[in-house]
Structures are given as C-alpha cells and as structure tokens.
C-alpha cells in the first residue's frame, strides 16, 4: 500500500528558510529536519562547552526544546545554524550556572566517556589518550572568560565564520575578532605549558577540533 503523499512535499535537502516555513504552516516532519540538520552543530557547541557532564545529552534536548518553542519568532535576519546556536551558548550556559551552583547533582563523567568512545573506533589505547586529551583542552575552555569561550568554540572547534558569530553572541565583527585573539593566545599559552597537551600544541590546531569531541557525534 502506497503511504499518502505529504501535503508540504518532502523537507529532505530543502533549505533551512523552506524548513521555517514549513514548520509554520503546520508541517511537523519539517522540524525534525531542522533536528536532523543541526544536531551535530549543537552537540559541537555544547560537548566543549560543559566538558564531562552526564547530562549533557538532556541539555541538547533542552536546547531544541528552546528552538521549537522560538521559531515563530525567528525572523531570518541571520541564518538559522547561527541562531540555532546562539541558544545552544545560552542553555548551555545557563546550564552551567545551575551546575557550579548545585556540583553534588553533575558527578560523573560519561558525558566525555560517550565522546571519547565514539571518536576512537572502540581501540582502548585510543579512548584512553583521547579521554585524556580532551579532559586537559575542556580544563582549558572552563578557565576562559564566557565570552572568549564562546567565540573560540564556534570559530576554532566548529569552523563557523567569523560574520555568524557575530550574529550568535550579539556582537560586531570587530569584537568577535578581538575576542577570538584573546582566547586563542590563552588557550594556546595554558596548552603548552600544560604537561599533557604541550607535545600535541605545537602544529596541533588543525586536530583540536578532533580532539575536543565536536566531531564525535553524527
């Protein structure tokens, strides 16, 4: 038996201002593209973001629980990855304070197990450096400013232009590029003197996208 047609058409490829509108005209499966599309984007902000939380996973959901509930008001002045985003930074965030304020709750770290396993192809010697690893850069990342944090996850970890990360954390270019130079000599400055991660930071840039766990999920 043939399924009936979808009335909306189908959402696979459709660009993001198509999936919007969709999603406003009442078609639900256009959602779960949006889901689909930019999962990998969220879970690339919040997995360096948080670091080893167990919950990292529940905050994922939380954030497009947000984007479902804010997409009648998203006005597509930006694109929708960058204001997708932008809400990403502020669960996560907001997650955060809630952690710092209640740290008995966020025991545990297979938040940062799941990350590593998935990266290493399951080769123990593997999991064990990159969990190391990334336990080191994610000491790193909490130490920095909100704000420095912010931009160098987006730009450095996720390849984001510099003009949508703007549009993300609500500020100019100009500052984001101001931001992005403070954070990139903090970051790197802790990391060579960090006994684990000084012997991977000279020519390692083009591998801490990796090694964060940004790329770990699909």
């Known amino acids: 038996m043939v399924p009936p047609a979808n009335r909306f058409g189908s959402s696979e490829g459709a660009p993001d201002a198509e999936l919007v509108r969709r999603f406003r005209d009442g078609d639900e499966s256009a959602f779960g593209q949006i889901f689909k599309r930019h999962r990998r984007l ?38 929708l990855s960058s204001w997708i985003a932008r809400i990403a930074l502020h669960v996560g965030f907001h997650h955060l304070r809630r952690r710092k304020s209640r740290p008995g709750e966020y025991q545990g770290d297979h938040g940062l197990e799941g990350v590593a396993d998935r ?15 990334s336990e080191h850069v994610y000491d790193i990342l909490g130490g920095m400013a909100p704000k420095k944090r912010a931009v160098f996850i987006l730009n450095d970890l996720e390849g984001m232009p510099q ?55 699909p």
């Open 119 to 133: 990266a290493a192809n399951s080769d123990p010697s593997d999991v064990a450096l990159r969990r190391e690893l």
């Open 42 to 79: 969220v879970f690339g902000v919040l997995t360096p973001l948080l670091g080893p939380d167990p919950e990292l996973e529940d905050v994922l959901q939380l954030t497009f629980v947000e984007v479902f509930r804010s997409l009648d008001r998203f006005e597509g002045r930006s694109k």
């Open 163 to 217: 003009e949508e990360i703007a549009d993300a954390v609500g500020a100019s270019v100009a500052t984001v590029r101001t931001r992005l130079f403070y954070a990139r000599r903090e970051f790197w400055q802790k990391a060579h003197m960090d006994p684990v991660l000084s012997e991977y930071a000279v020519g390692a840039r083009s591998d801490l996208k990796e090694v964060s766990g940004s790329e770990g999920e």
